[in-house]
């Protein structure tokens, strides 16, 4: 899906009340906008959060959360 959304001149943009909504942006939300190759992304913080977790998991070898990933770091060096 395409939106189109106005900039002001001193930068700002609203985002449409509809997308607010199936987002779950209400009363201020914080987005993040990632800029790529292919353009701009915009995620929620739950979805950054989400991306972020995904890109751990490609370098701890899905072993858990950080705190397994510690414990097991220190297994292996007999800390």
């Not at 990632?34 to 989400?50: F, I, K, P, S």
């Amino acid at each position: 899906m395409t939106i189109q959304v106005p900039i002001t001149e001193t930068g700002r943009m609203n985002l449409p009340a509809s997308l607010r909504k199936r987002l779950g942006l209400s009363g201020g939300g914080t987005v993040f906008l990632e800029e790529t190759a292919d353009g701009v992304v915009l995620r929620t913080a739950a979805q950054a959060v989400a991306r972020a977790q995904e890109l751990a998991r490609r370098y701890t070898g899905d072993q858990g959360g950080s705190a397994d990933f510690i414990a097991n770091r220190r297994a292996e060096t007999g800390e």
